[in-house]
Nanobody
Framework: QVQLVESGGGLVQPGGSLRLSCAAS????????MGWYRQAPGKQRELVAA???????NYADSVKGRFTISRDHAKNTVYLQMNSLKPEDTAVYYC????????????????WGQGTQVTVSS
């Protein structure tokens, strides 16, 4: 019913930049919170950044000042601009959306994308 598709990952050198995108599609009534998570090898999945429908944002301390989350409500898309990338940013990045479907507008569920690999290495 709902599909989240991430794009923009790849291999970059330390200090470089990447812009991740995640577009939600399907019978969507509305989207509340959208966020980016990441999971590095041998590590737990962690929240990187989140943004609400009112554009309130939250960032992990490790990425503050370097990453910026934004969203385009009309396109049901969330972005993550990543600057000054470090090797420790290497991970699979997943987007998540808290989405209400038209088939049942009284409930909201979380949906996950398949992930996009970000590798920061020289």
């Amino acid at each position: 019913q709902v599909q989240l598709v991430e794009s923009g990952g790849g291999l970059v050198q330390p200090g470089g930049s990447l812009r991740l995108s995640c577009a939600a599609s399907g019978s969507i009534f509305g989207i509340n919170v959208m966020g980016w998570y990441r999971q590095a090898p041998g590590k737990q999945r962690e929240l990187v950044a989140a943004i609400t429908s009112s554009s309130s944002t939250n960032y992990a301390d490790s990425v503050k000042g370097r990453f910026t989350i934004s969203r385009d409500h009309a396109k049901n898309t969330v972005y993550l601009q990543m600057n000054s990338l470090k090797p420790e940013d290497t991970a699979v990045y997943y987007c998540k959306g808290d989405i209400t479907l038209t088939v049942d507008v009284t409930q909201t569920y979380s949906y996950w994308g398949q992930g996009t690999q970000v590798t920061v290495s020289s």
